[in-house]
């Protein structure tokens, strides 16, 4: 199967991660397509690692699975919080600063 | 091709890494290892101190590595870093700035309750448990390792020359950064939302540096700015994945320097974050951020310059023209000082436009001045107070000049200074990026900046007008004593703001022989 058509997988995903952000109004549902936007982005690195012919897009997808594994703690942590505080994770909710 | 194949060329060898180069960074990284460890096993009355000697050693320790590598220039680990005259600059800079952030949060006198920190970050806001960590005296010491670590990436941030080692910096600088905004002692649902928002929307913008990061390597096969700039200067006619790869990184850094439009999170959170950090991340952030800019657009992809230009013109004009004009309504001046910042960005960023060794050098400067100004000035917010705790409210700031003379002028001094009056470092430093941009043919953005920075000034004399010109009342905050660290940080403000302003040649020297980028 031609690899390019991987490419424009990745670029639908990255798509719908980036409207389901703008849209949703769950903070656990927004972070997901965040997340979403971010494999999107490894399966790009690795289809075009697999049309460039060399493994850097390969190895830069592990890195890039790290750093998203490090951001989920860090982004539940301060979900958990508001949580917590509000009992809601709607990110419509927190309104104190504006303007 | 069969990827096996090509791996036979021996592409996992292990790269030279020129340990003495990089060892700032990894001074860094040591010590917060330690630190994390220090939580772990100290006794809880021990660990202050221990964590205050960790944290300052490891910054002069850096700092002095910095300056012993003053000559160097080099590029190591295969390429991915790049320690040159801008980077050695920055990094000496984020150090200076980081050491001065760290003492502002190490204050503890100005709030009769603690430090700036909640007692505990996991007690929820207003509950009988948070009254009792309160109450027994507990401090959150772990925003010392987070401080640090995102120290570490700062530096890394400045000298990272390949796109994943910028964005691996990029999250290691910003993840501490928004557990620290979300930490506040007072106003914590405030902090907490402040933390909420500058988090997703941070991970947002990252995720678009990502892909546009996806899309370059497709396009040249390579993440390394070197390969990249043979790649763009070998190509013909237009290429839609390096045009929409570059926008997108550009979108992911912009939002780091907070230019408009994606400005959104910089007044929540720099207004919910304890001004301590505020104060740190609004001065070192900007640096680092903008040094990544400035070698993106220099070292990678300096031969587009015809195609991004236009779009950093329409972006340093809405930057300039929107942070002036937003600042002129605040009213609360932590807010207002956010906007500023933005405004702020859009000058430092007609100076990038200028793509010039003059650009470079005059947006090393300018950062360098606005840091220390920007410091000073929250600093000083952080002491003046009434009973809810820091009287950010601009009422509460009226008559403050009778009450406390040398506080209200040391700020008048700040503001004077971001609005560009002669004789303070403000003036130099937007002196240098508009000449800069003149001498490269961007005269009407100049022209533009000009009008923005008299819009800008309007709200920086409303700040002293109503300090000096009308008469404290009952709702007039005081100003607190502080310890010695908050003192010296409002000196060493105010003193670099009049010295720059007196004096620029030592620093515009530096700067001058900082020289360009490695590539």
């Known amino acids: 199967m031609n690899p390019a058509n991987y490419v424009i997988l990745s ?3 990255f798509s719908l991660g980036a409207v389901g952000v703008l849209v949703r109004r769950n903070a656990i549902v927004v972070f997901m397509c965040v997340e979403l ?26 890195f890039v699975m790290v750093v998203a594994a490090a951001e989920v703690v860090v ?3 301060i979900i958990v919080q508001i949580f917590r505080t509000r009992r809601s994770v709607s990110i419509d909710e927190p309104n104190l600063l504006k303007y | 091709m069969n990827p096996i194949a090509v791996a036979d060329k021996a592409l996992f060898e292990i790269p030279p890494l020129d340990y003495s180069a990089i060892a700032p960074i990894l001074i860094l990284l040591g010590v917060a290892v330690v630190s994390v460890l220090v939580e772990a096993f100290a006794p809880k009355r021990a660990r202050r101190p221990i964590q205050l000697v960790l944290v300052f050693g490891a910054l002069i320790a850096a700092f002095v590595d910095v300056v012993t590598l003053s000559g160097l220039r080099t590029i190591t680990a295969s390429g991915s870093i790049a320690i040159d005259g801008p980077a050695l600059v920055m990094q000496g800079a984020i150090l200076i700035l980081a050491a001065l952030g760290a003492m502002l949060m190490a204050e503890r006198l100005v709030d009769p309750s603690g430090d700036a920190f909640a007692a505990r970050a996991s007690a929820l806001p207003g509950s009988e448990d948070e009254k009792q960590f309160t109450a027994r005296g507990y401090f959150q010491t772990e925003v010392w390792p987070l401080f640090l670590f995102s120290v570490a990436g700062m530096l890394l941030f400045v000298a990272a020359s390949d796109l994943l080692l910028m964005f691996v910096a990029l999250e290691v600088m910003s993840l501490p950064l928004y557990l620290l905004v979300g930490m506040a002692r007072r106003r914590r649902l405030l902090s907490q939302e402040a933390s909420l928002k500058y988090f997703l929307l941070g991970a947002f913008s990252s995720a678009f540096f990502l892909y546009g990061s996806a899309l370059i390597y497709g396009f040249a096969g390579s993440v390394n700015f070197g390969w990249i700039a043979d790649a763009v200067s070998g190509k013909t006619g237009q290429n ?26 910089t007044p929540d959170a720099y207004q919910g974050a304890p001004t301590a950090v505020t104060a740190f991340m609004s001065t070192t952030v900007k640096i680092a951020a903008f040094g990544a800019l400035l070698r993106v657009l220099y070292v990678a992809f300096g031969g587009l310059r015809l195609d991004w230009a236009p779009m950093m013109w329409i972006v340093a004009i809405l930057t300039m023209v929107v942070g002036s004009v937003i600042a002129v309504t605040q009213s609360d001046i932590k807010r207002m000082l956010a906007y500023s ?33 920007t410091i000073g000035a929250f600093a000083v917010i ?19 000049g009778k009450k406390s003379p040398v506080t209200a002028t040391v700020v008048a001094l700040f503001m004077l200074s971001f609005a560009g009056i002669p004789l303070t470092s403000g003036f130099i430093g937007k002196f240098g990026v508009f000449a ?30 109503i300090m000096f010109f009308s008469e404290p009342n009952e709702n007039t905050a005081s100003v607190v004593v502080p310890s010695a660290f908050t003192t010296i940080v409002i000196a060493a403000g105010a003193t670099v703001t009049v010295v720059l302003g007196i004096l620029p040649q030592p620093l515009l020297d530096l700067v001058n022989n900082a020289g360009l980028f490695l590539r």
């Open chain 1, 11 to 13: 670029a639908v995903l």
């Open chain 2, 382 to 400: 952080s002491i003046v107070r009434d009973s809810s705790g820091e009287a950010t409210h601009l009422s509460k700031w009226s008559g403050l």
């Open chain 2, 240 to 265: 839609a994945l390096l045009l929409i790869g570059v926008a997108m990184i550009l979108v992911g850094l912009l939002f780091k320097i907070a230019a408009v439009p994606f400005h959104q999170w």
């Open chain 1, 75 to 77: 982004g539940l942590a």
């Open chain 2, 436 to 465: 800069a941009a003149i001498d490269s043919g961007a005269t009407w953005l100049v022209i533009v900046a000009v009008v923005a920075s008299v819009v800008s000034a309007f709200f920086y004399a409303r700040v002293i007008v």
């Open chain 1, 37 to 62: 936007m971010l494999n999107a982005a490894n399966l790009a690195f690795v289809a075009f690692s697999k049309i460039n012919g060399n493994l850097d897009g390969q190895v830069i997808a592990f």
């Open chain 2, 341 to 373: 910042s933005v405004a702020q960005a859009g000058f430092i960023m007609v100076g990038v436009i200028a793509t010039s060794a003059a650009g470079l050098s005059s947006v090393l400067f300018y950062l360098i001045a606005y840091g220390f100004t």
